[in-house]
């Protein structure tokens, strides 16, 4: 069984991806096996940077069913793994104007540690968005119609 690699498709076309990172996060081990099957919901998460700290919110990973009665609540604020001059370097740049830090992807790193890809990103506006739409429709006909091409 291969582990998945559970992404932010919602991202990509909300925001204008600018810079990226590798973060840990820490969880429990109820938790790391409900992400070890994919049930892990990036959605509406975001970076919150507080008290020198980073924290994934509204990340949702969905209770494991075989785990104890104590289980974690699934919505809970989860704390990132970052060095102190990269959480501060973050922070100041997610406080600027039209920015923010979201989540693009949750997986599992060489050593076997969940990690979570974090991009500074910046809200794209309606009309960027219908152009990013119209460029993958494009892209899509284009390899259409050469597959076509090759077929007949």
Same mark, same amino acid.
């Given at each position: ?11 990509? #076309? ?40 980073? #924290? ?16 974690? #609540?699934? #919505? ?77």
């Amino acid at each position: 069984m291969s582990t998945p690699v559970i992404q932010n498709k919602k991202a990509f #076309h909300d925001y204008e991806i600018v810079e990226k990172i590798e973060a840990g996060i820490i969880l429990s081990g109820a938790e790391v096996k409900s992400v070890r099957e994919g049930r892990v919901n990036l959605r509406e998460a975001h970076v919150s940077f507080e008290g020198g700290q980073a #924290h994934l919110i509204g990340m949702s990973i969905a209770e494991y069913a075989n785990a104890r009665m104590d289980a974690q #609540h699934p #919505h809970r604020p989860r704390r990132l793994l970052m060095h102190r001059r990269e959480i501060k370097k973050w922070a100041r740049r997610a406080f600027e104007k039209g920015y923010t830090v979201v989540p693009l992807k949750v997986y599992f790193g060489e050593r076997g540690y969940v990690k979570v890809e974090i991009a500074l990103a910046r809200g794209k506006r309606e009309y960027d968005k219908r152009k990013t739409i119209a460029e993958r429709d494009a892209k899509r006909d284009l390899a259409r119609a050469k597959k076509e091409a090759n077929r007949g």
